[in-house]
Nanobody
């Protein structure tokens, strides 16, 4: 099990940028796939982005492609979500998630919340118009 703590959320105007961080502790960070999801009240948790343990593979949901960038720093045990050109529809609670890379995870598997074992508490992102 790995413990995850998100930070970096806040209020930003449309067109602005934010960088979310997800600090991991408890296990070997470099073994884990990391994902970012978001959720608004009354809706299901939605996939945003994911990254492989090595950082060599990244996946993005269509609504954020070209605007968001996921990365990881194994020296800091941290995953990042750089969000640019933010839109009001990006407003949500953003969660990071982790699953140990005991098997190979395809992009489609990484898009499903149920395939992750560990979750952070979430950080609110609000984009004003």
């Amino acid at each position: 099990q790995v413990q995850l703590v998100e930070s970096g959320g806040g209020l930003v105007q449309a067109g602005g940028s934010l960088r979310l961080s997800c600090a991991a502790s408890g296990r070997t960070f470099s073994r884990y796939y990391m994902g970012w999801f978001r959720q608004v009240p009354g809706k299901e948790r939605e996939f945003v982005a994911a990254i492989s343990p090595s950082g060599g593979r990244t996946y993005y949901a269509d609504p954020v492609k070209g605007r968001f960038t996921i990365s990881r720093d194994s020296a800091k045990n941290t995953s990042y979500l750089e969000m640019n050109s933010l839109k009001p529809e990006d407003t949500a609670v953003y969660y990071c998630a982790a699953v140990e890379g005991l098997t190979y995870y395809t992009g489609s598997r990484l898009m499903r919340p149920g395939n992750y074992d560990d979750w952070g508490q979430g950080t609110q992102v609000t984009v004003s118009s």
